[in-house]
């Protein structure tokens, strides 16, 4: 199965977060990101949860949206 990769706004829709705050996070290094340029920034959703729950941020971030499971890799497959 091929992973899906979502892009800075598709991110900041699933954690509730502001798409500026998503760039922050990737710039600083708290979140995995994957460059395809200097422009374009795709995000690996499972990945992304994983080092916020690893090191969490007291900035809000829905990592378990309502209606949501938690998400592991083998969830998805």
């Known amino acids: 199965m091929t992973e899906q990769l979502l892009t ?8 509730a977060i502001s ?3 998503v760039i ?3 710039r600083a290094g708290r ?3 994957i460059r395809a340029s200097s422009r ?3 995000f ?9 729950k690893a090191n969490p ?3 809000r971030a829905r990592l ?3 209606g949501v499971a938690d998400v592991t890799r083998e969830a998805i497959q």
Do not use: F, G, M, S
């Not at 800075?8 to 954690?15: F, G, I, Q, V």
């Not at 690996?44 to 916020?52: E, I, K, M, R, T």
């Open 19 to 21: 798409p500026r705050t």
């Open 8 to 15: 800075t706004e598709e991110l900041a829709d699933r954690l």
């Open 24 to 26: 922050e996070w990737a």
């Open 57 to 59: 941020n007291p900035k």
């Open 40 to 42: 374009i920034r795709r």
């Open 44 to 52: 690996d959703y499972v990945d992304v949860v994983a080092a916020l």
């Open 31 to 33: 979140i995995p990101e």
């Open 64 to 66: 378990n949206p309502p």
